[in-house]
């Protein structure tokens, strides 16, 4: 089943544009695709594919392009196996750097959140920094699914806030994101959902991320020794 779920974004209470977050899972691999719609002076199209490794809940593959007078493109992998995580701008500019720690990219990000809303304190490591998602409070929120009580949090850097329905499945409500010293603001207004076909399975099985199988390790350094999940490569099936 296909999780879409559909928000209005608005600046300074002007609507501006439109954004959708399809969320789906086969096997291992949870796939995040989102569209971002602005209008007016923006004028911009905006489409982000995400790849997570369920059982760690890290991400593997992310890609945005953005069209408006050009048409740009950028993707990163995150390969445990060469202990690389390798970038391509473009269809020539590539470079790499090395793996060092499991990542979260701009979807999974919200993904990681929604799972783990209960928690005051999180450091979620991106590439390039760390973001620290900080718990501010809890509050009633009104809109699409009527009132709801929802637990707000504060991202740093950057200045971003979240609200997450504090019952599961934990849907994000609210996001605000700072974007040249303004805050445009992202409302749900729709959850649908979509069975999925045979040719979003065909899609899936032959996306270029390879399928993983787990084992559980513990990690007994952790101090709340939560369970870890060791990797292991496997080919994909034909």
């Known amino acids: 089943m296909i ?22 899972s086969s096997r291992n691999i949870i796939s995040l695709e989102a ?13 982000q ?10 991400s593997l593959f992310f890609q945005e ?12 992998r995150f390969d445990k196996e060469s202990g690389l995580v390798k970038v391509t701008k473009g269809k020539n500019d590539q470079a790499s750097s090395p793996y060092i720690q499991p990542y979260q990219d701009p979807l999974s990000l919200l993904y990681y959140l929604r799972h783990f809303c209960h928690e005051d304190h999180l450091r ?24 709801r009580l929802v637990r707000i949090y504060d991202l740093q850097p950057g200045g971003s806030y979240v609200y997450i329905d504090n019952e599961a499945p934990h849907y994000i409500l609210r996001l605000g994101q700072r974007i040249d010293h303004q805050i445009i603001e ?28 787990v084992k559980d390790s513990i990690d007994t350094s952790n101090k709340d020794k939560r369970i870890r999940r060791r990797v ?5 099936s034909k």
Not at 12 to 17: A, L, M, R, T, W
Not at 35 to 47: C, P, T, V
Not at 65 to 76: A, G, L
Not at 232 to 236: E, L, M, S
């Open 232 to 236: 292991v490569r496997k080919p994909a």
């Open 65 to 76: 392009e953005s069209q408006d007078h050009d048409k740009r493109q950028f993707s990163v």
């Open 124 to 147: 979620i490591p991106m590439l390039g920094k760390d973001v620290t998602a900080r718990f501010l409070r809890e509050d009633n929120l009104s809109g699409a699914l009527g009132q």
């Open 35 to 47: 569209k971002l719609i602005l209008q007016g002076s923006r004028k911009q199209i905006i489409q």
């Open 186 to 213: 992202a409302n749900l207004v729709n959850i649908s959902h979509e069975k999925l076909t045979k040719k979003t399975k065909s899609d899936f099985k032959n996306d270029k991320v390879q399928r993983f199988k």
């Open 49 to 58: 594919q995400s790849r997570i490794h369920a059982p760690s809940l890290q």
């Open 3 to 24: 999780e879409i779920c559909h928000y209005i974004l608005s600046l300074q209470g002007k609507v501006i544009g439109s954004h959708s977050l399809r969320t789906y």
